[in-house]
């Protein structure tokens, strides 16, 4: 059956209803340039997504050398030939008339226009200067989790084995970090535990932290046809907003911000009080219960009602729904990643697991999830503060390892502290210690905390920056130098989703003038500094993504991320595969931990582990102590009072997000018509109660303000819980007058311009999800309602006060999905 | 006075002393926001065991319920006077921090030698009520020094360089 639906009005498309254990039916989506058949289609190109996690494997059309259209692979694993609207509709922003075609290099305060020479020519020189008169703790290097595999690694060598910093990290550390720390935490090393397929055997699906529906739109589809088929999940909440996920929720938790740790240990203290533990398990794979119910004893459904503000009724009856569940399956995202106590919240999610026995198992899965599309590659590769191939920067023999791959020196490796997390370089760079960032594929200035800060580093004579994007984003405004780079569709490369699937993006078109794959750029900088291996060869010894791709597979081999048996043949045509993926499971491996933890020994594990409270890393004799026969973890958690609270002066919290249309600031989405019409400019939420307060209206123009900044935006009024004042985060400036900062005098747009500077000690993920706030009236509304989505969390609590959100002919995509049999066309 | 009533009335100070030096850092390093954060959480485990220390001392007739001493003023006053001076953009503050950290670090290590004591002479005297009050406190002011001890082995090697 095939039809035609907006997927603007109807982001999650239609149904195709299934029963437990059952394989999710196929559905392939297609959305074609206006005009453009299908049968005019030259060639069809295989790729994935790269503007969320989910990893949806699609092939784009190519028609005349030019990018016009997608089409879902009904065949991969992932998505089963869906596609969410960014997909469907996203491609059309590589076709941009302003993406950047020449290099820019900056003159008299100007940035002017120069050739590749110029430009890598003033990089490399700023390099070596600065290496030779402060040394390798000069540079830093700030990437993105947008990037190819085959760039991160080559990258990670650069900074590691080739400058010898130990600042390198990615924007993952703002999206992704805590997810990589609490596994590392309970498992002893990073790697997901669960799989997308979980989905189809859970009868319990919890989502803390977690709107799927807007950030993984595909899987939440996969979630949606579960509940509309037999025997359909009962679903957990816990969300301060009326997300889709909580309008279809069994339970719906919504607490006040940044008491996650209240909440959690009062569900765990309620399995351990009615027993509702797995305790063979328990004794057979984990330390630490003891001390986890010695800890949570005290903490009563009651006691963290009072602290979180939700009905102890409510706390009860979610632990009664994760206690009575057989197969368990739960996913964690910002809404705990981004918020206080951020990685000791996610870890009573993994406790939760361990106690009640549902890992390995299918639907007994744990998603520690990523928003953005290759975070799990700056996680495995070592781009992220982390080594390359989860190898432990404690354990000599880790190093050692690394050292002989990469044939250099071990001490030529920065080890003799943790890699440095991307906001202690930003603060090093504004100390004045770092003195060069080489910033690629991300935009700090719109995506960082308390953005005058962040301005104002970025703005400095004595830091030179380097910026390669595709677009003069308003980080690239304020860079020295800033290279165009090439993106998805325009270069080869692999990368793998949240649940370890690799996927395969093939080159379809030419990058527009002169603007150059990552890995083309890093690998010519390699070439200009001229870095040598000991024995004077050159320290990077591969040239194109294949070779970049081998190179990383000797690197990955006989880690938890294998990628020995994987192949770009092997992924070429088919579906994407799940690492490790080796000569013994040429197939890829679905779930990990089937036979319980596998990686948490002292010898083998990533991390020995750290305190939740302070960040100070456990030390080797302790861990080896703990755990000597590396079982997963059970690591508890006080709970903390946030650390910026609400005041007379800023009586609301004050909470950011995002929306479906979206991706990160608006770099490519802001570009298509389609997406940038669905959700134009940035509004504020309240709920009716807080409105009414204030004597505030739908439309209204008001002012969210903190002691650090303020944003003008129109309000919306919805269900969101009282007592909180939410912002989507992804509006900047490129497309203001200004370009890149609020007008002088003026609220800003940017979310950032309040947020506060802080971060999860553990994982060193900023707090976008904490911070005190008030609400003023700016101006009146004229009639015009907010510009936020009705599809989604954003929706009016009145109906009627806002127009629905279509997208008109232009957002049309047809939908192909197998007769009743089941057959294939 | 017993020794017990010494090393309780010790620690009671080292306590308090260490909650208000870790306030104050927190107050010094507001532009390092990781070291205001934490250090303004931990010392209120140094708030919690000198209220608890107080509240033990009852039993052997102290009365430690008093205004805190005055911290000795010499080394304090001259750091305070530093970061007056000292603006978030120098390198100088780097250092300033790590002889702060030096500073919560020794005086952390003080008042575990004292739990530690405490907790044998307990064991001595098979004193269930100072072997709970040590080992409830004692795990969080070896938290409290690792800390420390982890900052400065993090921010060394580029904050001493990069001087
Ligand atoms: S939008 Fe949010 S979830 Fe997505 S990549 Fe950015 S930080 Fe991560």
Redesign the pocket.
Known sequence: MKDSTDRIADPWGGRTPYPPGAAWPARTDTHLAAGVTPAAVDRWVQSASLL??NGDAMDIAVKDGRIVGVRGRADDRVNRGRLGPKDLFGWQANASPDRLTRPLVREGGRLVESGWDTAMGRIVARSKELLRERGPGSIGFYTT?QLFLEEYYTLAVIARAGIGTNHLDGNTR???ATAGEALKETFGCDGQPGSYADIDHADTIALFGHNMAE?QPVLWMRVLDRLAGPDAPRLLCVDPRPTRVARHAAVHLAPRAGTNVALLNALLHELIRTDRVDHAYVEAHCVGFDELAARVADCTAEWAAAICDVPARTITEAAELLGSAERLLSTV??GFYQSHQATAAAVQVNNLHLLRGMLGRPGCGLLQM???PT?QNTRECGANGDLPGFRNWENEQHVADLARIWNVAPEKIPHYAPPTPAMQMFRFAEQGSIRMLWISGTNPAVSLPELHRIRDILGQDRLFTVVQDLFLTETAQLADVVLPAATWGEKTGTFTNADRTVHLSDKAVEPPGEARPDLDIFLDYARRMDFRDKDDGPLITWHDPQSAFQAWQKCSAGRPCDYTGLSYDGLRGGSGIQWPCTEQAPDGTERLYTDGPAWAHAEACESFGKDLVTGAPVTEVEYRALNPDGKAVIKAAEYLPPHEDTSEEYPLQLNTG?TIYH??TRTKTGRVPQLDSAAPDVWAEMSAAEAAARDLREGDLVEVSTPRGAVAARLRITAIRDGMVFLPFHYGYWDTAEGHRPAPDTAGRAANETTVTDWDPASKQPLYKTAAARVALLRRTDGTPGPAPTTTASAPLDPGSAPATTGGPAAHATQHTDDEEGTRP | MSGITLVLKALHHGERDLEEELLKAAERHRTDHEIHHVATDIARWSHEHAARLADTGRHYGLDLSGPADDPSPGFLATLREKAAEAVGRRPEPGLLLLHDLRDLHLAATGNSLHWEMLAQAARATTDSRLLDLATACHPQTLRQMRWTNSMIKTLSPQLITSV
């Open positions: 969320h996690s989790g703002l999206c992704t950030t995202l910002q990523n928003g953005q975070a995002r991706f990160h």
